[in-house]
């Protein structure tokens, strides 16, 4: 599916989609439900701190989030989270993903995963397209 993307690495595996609670949407049209969601789990045996950014790269975006985060913007949407026990999953989800025009739209996903106790990190990226 087009509006997914899944990573694997040493130490962690992401999963990031566009839809409403576990239900992918790839064409989201005038719909002001469905949201950007990155999901991370902790495959180390440590416990780790992620940072995660969600971007919109397209000139002119053909869609934009929308956040109650004050930091968040139209392109770009922030996230962390610390102590995450190994073996654990957290799910990113409070930005809502709209159209502005009619198009193709990428939305970019950069994962920063750091274990303090070993001093440990990892990194990745991801993206997948919708369609507004």
Known sequence: ???EAVMSKRGFFVETWSGF???RICDIGGRDDVRHYVSVRNLNLYKADLRVDGRITSHPPHAEFRSRTHADTGNHWSGS???LDDSA???F???AL???APGRERVSTEI???WPAPQAR???????????
Do not use: N, P, Q, W
């Open 1 to 3: 599916m087009e509006c």
């Open 21 to 23: 609670d576990e239900k």
């Open 81 to 83: 989270v610390a102590g």
């Open 89 to 91: 999953e957290y799910t």
């Open 93 to 95: 989800s409070h930005a």
């Open 98 to 100: 709209v159209s502005v």
């Open 112 to 114: 920063v995963i750091t």
């Open 122 to 132: 990892g990194s990745g990226s991801l993206s997948f397209r919708v369609t507004t």
